[in-house]
């Protein structure tokens, strides 16, 4: 299974691999899932680390490297993914999710999330 990790999920596995759920965990740990991370998730981590916000620490090229070297697959942000977003109901007004959201639909991979609010969108979005 394809599956898009969401950024906090990323984070939490970068600082404390325990902070993520159980269920998350395991089909991270699933040699059999294909794992990828978003540009969008890296770009909200640099904005809101550059704002000083207490959970977004983690510094986004370290992050990367280290998503790389596990084996994650980088998803870029195209320009087919932007304008998918004003195909979304208004469920969610953050717009990294949103973007998320549209990659996730557009590439036909599911979303891995701890968002309940994003867990709101009908089809490709596991909870965990």
Do not use: C
Not at 40 to 66: P, T
């Amino acid at each position: 299974m394809k599956l898009l990790v969401d950024t906090h999920l990323l984070i939490w596995a970068a600082d404390s691999i325990e902070r993520v759920p159980l269920g998350a965990r395991e089909l991270m740990a699933d040699v059999k899932n294909e794992l990828f991370f978003s540009v969008a998730s890296l770009w909200e981590i640099a904005i809101k680390r550059g704002l000083n916000r207490s959970d977004f620490q983690v510094d986004a090229r370290m992050l990367r490297r280290g998503l790389i070297d596990n084996g994650y697959t980088e998803l870029p942000i195209l320009s087919e993914h932007v304008v998918a977003i004003d195909t979304l109901p208004p469920i969610h007004k953050d717009p990294f999710d949103r973007l998320l959201i549209a990659q996730s639909r557009i590439e036909g991979i599911s979303l891995l999330t701890n968002d309940a609010t994003v867990a709101q969108y009908q089809g490709g979005v596991k909870l965990v």
